[in-house]
Every structure is written in C-alpha cells, then in structure tokens.
C-alpha cells in the first residue's frame, strides 16, 4: 500500500513540488505569526488557515485560485466570530456547527470555489473548538490568518507560481438537476444528520473532544460524490487513523512536546499530506493523525489515553457518515464513474494528437501539461471505482469489470507517457503512419464515448497486425490495443457499464 505512493506516477514532479511549496508556504506563515508576536493558539491557527489555502483552492485557473484565496477572510472570519460568541452556549454552538456543515457541504455545487470556501468556513468553526477560542482573541486570530493566508499566497503566486505553464485543472462536471435530484443538495442533508449523529454521539465519549467526531464524518464526505465513495472513505479514514496512532505513540508522546523536533516533524507530515493526498487517502490520513499528536504535544495536552479517544471519535464519525449515505438519500455511483472514464478517454487522445504533433514538427504542441491533465482525471476515476474493487465488496463480477478497466486505462496512460518521453527527445525523427495511427485512436475514443457510433468506429479503429519498430508508432499501437480492450467491459450492460454501484 505504502509503495503505491512512491511508485505513483508524477508527471511534471507535480505532487512533489506541491508538497515542497507547501511546507515552505506554511513554515513561512507560521514564522512570520511567530515574528508579529502571536501566541502559540494563533499560530497554529494561521498554520491552518494557510494549508488550507494552499490545500483546497483548486479553481481551473490562476487567476480564479487568486480570487478564491482574497475570499476566504470574507466567509471565515464571521465563522470564527459566531463560534467564539457560541462557546459557552453549547446548544446554540452545536446548532451552529451542524449549519455550517450543511452549507459548506451544498457549496460543492459552485464548483471548486464554493468547495473551498465552504472547507475553510468548517474548519474555522472546527479549530475554535480545537484551541477553544472566546471572543477576547478574535483580533489576534483574525490577524494571524489574514497574516498566513498572505505569507501562503506570496509563495503559490509569487515565489512559485508553477501552474502558470499548465493547462487548466480537471474540474469536476457541474451538477445536474434540480432539488433533491441534485447530489449536492442530497449530500449537504446527508452531512448534516450524520453530523448530528456524530455530535450526540462524541459528546457521550467526551465533553471536550467531541467535535473530532464531526470533524472524521465531514471530512469523509469532502470530494465524493456517491454512497460507495463515502463509505470506502470512511473505512480508508479509520485506517490512517490506526496507523496515525500507532506511529504518534512511537514518536510524538516520547518527544513531550519540544519545540524544535515537533516543528521538523510537523513540516515532514505537512510533505506527506500534500505528497500523498492525490493517490492515497490513507496515508493521507497517516501524515494528518501524526500532525494532530504533534501539535496537542506542542500544546502540552499529549497522552496516550488522547490517542485513544481521537480514534474512537473517528470511528463514530465514520459511522455517522455510513448510516447517512446508506439510509438518506443515496447517491449511486454508476453516473459519476461513467462521466469521469469519458473524459479521461477525451483526454488520452489529446494527449497522443500533441504528442503526434510534436514529433512532425510542432514546435507548440506539448503531450506535458495534457499527461499531467490525464493523472487528475484517472485519480478521479479510481476514486469513483473504489467501492467496487474494494476487497470488501461482495459484486465479483462488476469488482473484476471495474479492475479490468483500471488496468486498461493505466495501459493508457503509460503508453501516453512513453509516446510523450519520445516527443521530447528533439532527435526523434517522423513516420508518416503517426498520422494514421492517432486518427484510429480518435475513433477508437469516439466509439467508446460517443453512443450509436460503437460498432463502426470499432471496424474503423482496428489494429494493424503488423510489426511496428519505430517507438512512437509502438506506443501509439498499444495505446489502440488498450482502447479495443476496453470495448468489451465498458459495452457489456446499458446504461451503465458499472450500473447498479
């Protein structure tokens, strides 16, 4: 499991130079709250306002990211101000909270930005509960944040602007529908009663922790969009949690919250967060639980019994997550998964036409920023397949449909990335037959997205049996094997090739 994220492909180094501006984004925001002459609270405070930033602001362009980002100060400071004022009234706090959540969860439907926004407003309530903000600090935090978010954007913006020279980001499709037909309305109720599950619940385990348990069932719910996505998540985040746990006994409880080891520590797991995050949710969760011990060491609160307690408030929030995705309202798979394999496919020909491009002469087309493109789209994929290859799940046949277009597409995408290693190479000469070859691959692509087209544009794509020694037309034939292959799971039931999950 853990060699999966080494292995990972990472065209552009994207995930490591994301993880690498991340810690120097958040160090540098926590240096310059330590330099203003902010506590330790509001530090840590600004620390999360600035990973937050850097985490949850996707929009497609730069432009948008930067807006996105002015706007979090604009919805998270009356968060924090209403959970300070709530804090000594505990109904009207938990009614607050559970209001929060809903709203932050129906955002999703204004794309990247709501989502971002309605993240950061949780989380602003949520961390009044974790340092047990009161009003009297309200000035200090509000300028320890507007501090780190600035500190945070100077780099993404500024210092290391590195998505200036890509495509725009794989957005997810906007949501269809109207009222309860809509998934983001149907999963801000969900979010919502298994929030409420999760608050009555975790204030029975502790009076002081409970919002751990609110905090595991809304971030399981964050970036799914159906019941088998949610709950493969809730069990992925259990997991990290274990392991977290059993990795912060080892190392945090021994260190007895010193400064300088945590604060390394603390930078080595912010890495993690953002190295990992787009291809294993459970390490993810790892390098999270880990964080979370080394900053209650930090704040001189660590003990083994404070472990145990966060785990168990994460299986009750995993719980409220389960039973409202299965009991309220649930979402199916099948429409999601459908809509992200076609446009990975989309993008698997784009991706062979620059490459293609390239190698006759282009000097502006680039296969890069598409196969970066194409590694945000499969992730989106394997995501949405995930409840059906889980070992758990009790569908054999659509679990081995499910795997085989997996591997199908991965064939895809490393055939992609070898035609685009060629396209680099400026010695890499022409062959006539590229041209050929990508036309098939469009009609391969088109036969499997396009309805009423499959059986002629499947004749049209054939194969050729016959040996091919350039490299580029090697890559570019095994790309169309991978697309016939792909025919046979992806056409075997209607209206979904996975319906029913």
Known sequence: MLKRVFVAPDPGWLRLRSAVRAVLGIALAV?????????????????????????????????????????????????????????????????????????GVYARRWGPRGHALGVFAFMMFFATQFLHTVPGQLVELYGAVALSIAMSSAVRFGLWCYERKLPPAAAPAPPSGTGLARTTTRQAIQATLGGGFALLAGQVLSDQRWYWAVGATWWIFVNTASRGETLVRGFRRVLGTVLGIAAGTVVAIPLHGAAVPSVALIALCVFGIFYTAPVSYTWMMFAVTVMAGLLYGLLGVLTPDLLALRLTETGVGALGAALAVLLVLPVTTHATTDAWIERALRCVHACATEAAARLAGSRTADPTPRIAELELLLGRVRLSLAPLVHPLSPLRGRKEKARRVLALLDDCAREVRGLASIAADPEASHDDRLAAACWRVEAAVEALTTPGRSRAAAETGAVPEYAVPEPALAHLHGLERALSDLAAPLRSTRPSPLAGA
């Open 31 to 103: 240096a310059a709250c330590g330099l203003a002459g902010h506590s330790l609270v509001a530090a840590v405070t600004g620390g999360l306002a600035a990973l937050l930033a850097l985490f949850t602001v996707t929009d497609a362009t730069v432009r948008g990211q930067a807006v996105t980002t002015l706007l979090l100060p604009a919805v998270g400071f009356p968060v924090l101000a209403l959970a300070a004022g709530l804090h000594d009234l505990p109904p009207a706090r938990d009614a607050a909270f559970l209001a929060v959540m809903g709203l």
